[in-house]
């Protein structure tokens, strides 16, 4: 059972500080990893893919893929009451499976003004 | 360009009815995943289609199946339908489906069973 975890939280910062959120996965061969946010009652919205080990930056996110760790993370600065939702860590894999997303079971984050 | 598009969006029906969502993907994607979305389970992949192709599957039983037509458009049915099938469905589309590429989401289908 290949599989993807995350802290369930919740997750409380205040704005402007940064939000840290976690993922493991389970399946060695895992190519992609992806970031979705995924406000309450709406559909998850892709923030961040990465694919080769270290950082990725886009504006005020950072995902940062250790392989040797099978670790994956999303980083927020400057958190914003805007960002408070539910984040989800989804890993695509290798073979027969590289057509599916694996999906965490979400952190919810919740920033306070 | 257009997003993925579902219908419908609200779906009330009775345990042992049958139930076909619909998902038209964004325009030129040939790729179709479906996912079931609950609070206990999270989200869980159901089916992906591929040119008409069914190329992989979840482990849901047989009541739940789905197709894809030469457009594209994929539908999904749900026969047979108990209290555990209430939840929010929700399909993806991409190009091609490859490693790296991203699947973009629908706004879903909430169906509930009573």
């Known amino acids: 059972q290949k599989e993807v975890e995350q802290n369930s939280g919740p997750l409380s910062v205040p704005e402007g500080a940064i939000a840290s959120l976690n993922c493991t996965y389970s399946d060695r061969g895992s190519q992609s990893f992806f970031w979705y946010r995924q406000y309450s009652g709406k559909s998850p919205e892709l923030i961040m893919s990465i694919y080769s080990n270290g950082d990725k930056e886009d504006g005020r996110f950072t995902a940062q893929l250790n392989k040797a760790s099978q670790y994956v993370s999303l980083l927020i600065r400057d958190s914003q009451p805007s960002d408070s939702a539910t984040y989800l860590c989804?890993?695509?894999?290798?073979?027969?499976?590289?057509?599916?997303?694996?999906f965490g079971k979400g952190t919810l984050l919740t920033v306070n003004p | 360009k257009a997003g993925v598009t579902q219908t419908p969006r609200y779906l009330i029906k009775t345990r042992g009815q049958q139930v076909t969502l619909s998902c038209s993907p964004i325009s030129g994607h040939r790729s179709v995943s479906w996912y079931q979305q609950t609070p206990g389970q999270g989200l869980q992949f159901l089916f992906e289609?591929?040119?008409?192709?069914?190329?992989n599957k979840g482990n849901f039983p047989g009541r739940f199946s789905g197709r894809q037509f030469s457009n594209s458009r994929s539908e999904m049915n749900v026969s047979t339908l108990e209290l555990g099938d209430s939840a929010l469905y929700l399909c993806a589309s991409s190009p091609l489906n490859t490693a790296q590429e991203t699947q973009y989401f629908g706004p879903g289908t909430r169906l509930l069973v009573l």
């Open positions: 989804a890993v695509k894999g290798s073979g027969g499976s590289n057509y599916k997303l694996t």
């Open positions: 289609y591929f040119s008409e192709t069914q190329r």
